[in-house]
């Protein structure tokens, strides 16, 4: 395990470096911060100033290598419009993406893994056809829409919740702000947690379902009926820990591809988080910001993975074993 773990290590970096490197090279292609810094009415001898002063004159390695060597020391840069440390931007707003992120999760895991498994048992029940149905509906529907139609439907037409920010917030630890210790930031959570879940939640429906169909028909499941094992104990007990093997590296991607899918969500609900913030930046061609957003999401993937393939070796011991002897 200690090897696999310092082989991860190494790998993280490997791919760490390679997102900066193609984060920071397509900056020039951003537009000219300078545009969003001095505006238009500022003569060229002074724009030139500027340049220099920044080190945007510099060859691409030589700011390159300055921004590894502020990297590795915790300098992401500093913002052109907010006038601070890209980095303590992004951890202001960081809070508000994972709890959104936080809050799809549940509803994902909730309503995936019982709903998976009674159209795997009872395939050709109605409702088993209805759940399928609906979930082809929801991988063909854009988030965005389905966040404009709730919005419409639950906040205009209905008024049951509120359409965008986060509401009543509670201060934590230093950055953090939690919505979930008021009722008021559980209401303004809800809408746009319901809406980025509908992205995957259709997804590991359709996938907890194929794998536990699969299941069901190996050899140990069919020895465990003719043992008389009870249904449920067959299907919750044995069945579903081989199927969750699969949905667990699945599961482990996708949630952190949410993290990106925010940026959507952030948008129509006017939420507060890092996606909203990088969706700005791009618009006031605040390049510092962008690329420093691109590491942490790119940081927040590579843990990800880490984490479900260390969930896997516990859920699957026979993995730790293959690692070992690798």
Partial sequence: ?????????????????????????????????????????????????????????????????????????????????????????????????????????????????????????????????????????????????????MIFVFSVELGWFPSYGRGDVVHVFGYWETNFATADGWVHIMLPSVALASIMLPLFVRLIRAEMMEVLQSEYVKYARAKGIRPYRIYFVHALKNTLLPVITVGGVQIGTMVAYTILTETVFQWPGMGFMFLEAVNRVDTPLIVAYLIVVGFIFVVTNTIVDLIYGLVNPTVNLARMGA
């Fill in 1 to 149: 395990m200690l090897a696999y773990l310092v082989k991860r290590v190494f790998q993280a970096i490997a791919v760490m470096f390679a997102i900066s490197l193609i984060g920071f090279a397509i900056q020039d292609n951003l537009g000219d911060p300078l545009r969003e810094l001095v505006g238009q009415s500022v003569s060229e001898e002074v724009r030139q100033q500027l340049r220099d002063e920044l080190g945007l004159n510099d060859s691409f390695m030589t700011q390159y290598i300055r921004f590894l060597g502020n990297v590795l020391q915790g300098d992401l840069g500093t913002s052109y419009f907010f006038k601070e440390p890209a980095l303590d931007v992004i951890l202001k707003k960081l809070p508000a993406t994972l709890e959104l992120v936080a809050g799809a999760t549940l509803i994902i895991i909730g309503l995936s893994v019982p709903l998976g498994v009674y159209t795997a048992i009872k395939p050709n029940s109605v409702l088993s056809r209805i759940i399928m149905g609906l979930s082809i509906v929801g991988i063909s529907i854009p988030v965005f829409l389905t966040a404009i139609l």
